[in-house]
Structure formats: C-alpha cells, structure tokens
C-alpha cells in the first residue's frame, strides 16, 4: 500500500499537478532565467516611475531623525501577554 502512494505521488510530480488542462508551474518562454511564471502586474503599466536612488536623495541629518538613533541595542523591556 505504502509503494503505491508514494509511486502515485512521483506520478503527479512529474505531470506538475493534478488536472491535465492545468498550465505548467514552469515558465513557457525561455526569456525568464528562473524558469518561473513571470509576475502578475494586474493592470498596473511596468516600469512608470523612475526608482529613487540612495546617492541622489538629499540627506537628512542626524539631529533631524525621530526618534534619534542609538548605537546600542535596544533592550527596552516590554509587557509581556502572560498568556503567552
């Protein structure tokens, strides 16, 4: 019993699914290196804005940060749900 599941389930990994009608999980076009579907956008247009760079955003100084940064960890105690 327990070779036929296991044969039944290396059936059905090497379909890529259970439906015959189903589409493959792998990419069809050989253009997308990962062999993988491309993303869905829905409706949204790729590629519309331009991406900000970190070494054109002007810079903040460091006093204008809030809360302002710490170099230690923060080891603030918290309440703790006893529930928990």
Same mark, same amino acid.
């Given at each position: 019993? @327990?070779? *036929?599941?296991?044969? +039944?389930? *290396?059936? %059905?990994?090497? @379909?890529?699914?259970?439906?015959?009608?189903?589409?493959?999980?792998?990419?069809?076009?050989?253009?997308?290196?990962? *062999?993988?579907? /491309?993303? &869905? %956008?829905? *409706? =949204?247009?790729?590629?519309? !804005? &331009?991406?900000?760079?970190?070494? =054109?955003? #002007? /810079?903040? &100084?460091?006093?204008? %940060?809030? #809360?302002? &940064?710490? +170099? !230690?960890?923060?080891?603030? !105690? !918290? =309440?703790?749900?006893?529930?928990?």
């Amino acid at each position: 019993m @327990k070779l *036929g599941l296991f044969t +039944a389930a *290396g059936t %059905l990994v090497l @379909k890529n699914g259970l439906s015959p009608f189903a589409r493959s999980a792998y990419a069809d076009d050989s253009s997308i290196p990962t *062999g993988l579907p /491309r993303s &869905p %956008l829905f *409706g =949204v247009q790729a590629f519309t !804005q &331009p991406m900000p760079r970190f070494d =054109v955003l #002007p /810079r903040t &100084p460091i006093s204008a %940060l809030s #809360p302002a &940064p710490t +170099a !230690q960890a923060n080891t603030t !105690q !918290q =309440v703790l749900n006893p529930a928990l």
